[in-house]
């Protein structure tokens, strides 16, 4: 059993808290006609729905789209790659959690910043 630093286990939550908002962001995303929080309660179903979206993104806006989704799949990717490691003797410091927080953070903010809620121009 992994005993972690209690400031360890409050930087893998925000990073837990974070990664579940951004695919809270892409099962909106990816929802289109359907149902937003149906895709989320489903496990791997809010990156399978955006980079659905993403393909079917008209062609001006679909690279972009699609490497914002392809992003946040990465991030996502990188905190459970994280998390998992700890159990293999990788790296237990709060700092490592932290820092993949704010990269979840950040695409997460920019999928709703340039999917989301469009800007003018």
């Known amino acids: 059993m992994v005993k972690l630093a209690e400031e360890t286990l409050v930087a893998v939550g925000r990073m837990t808290v974070a990664a579940t908002d951004l695919e809270h962001v892409l099962s909106r995303i990816g929802a289109g006609d359907a149902d937003a929080d149906e895709i989320?309660?489903?496990?791997?179903?809010?990156?399978?729905?955006?980079?659905?979206?993403?393909?079917s993104a008209g062609p001006a806006f679909r690279e972009e789209y699609a490497n914002l989704v392809e992003g946040a799949a990465t991030q996502?990717?990188?905190?459970?790659?994280?998390?998992?490691?700890?159990?293999?003797?990788?790296?237990?410091?709060?700092?490592?959690?932290?820092?993949?927080?704010?990269?979840?953070?950040?695409?997460?903010?920019?999928?709703?910043?340039?999917?989301?809620?469009?800007?003018?121009?």
């Open 40 to 55: 989320f309660a489903r496990a791997g179903a809010p990156l399978v729905a955006a980079r659905a979206a993403a393909r």
């Open 76 to 121: 996502l990717a990188v905190g459970q790659a994280a998390l998992r490691a700890v159990w293999r003797g990788g790296r237990t410091d709060a700092a490592l959690f932290d820092e993949i927080t704010v990269r979840l953070l950040r695409c997460r903010d920019a999928l709703h910043e340039r999917i989301l809620v469009p800007t003018e121009g």
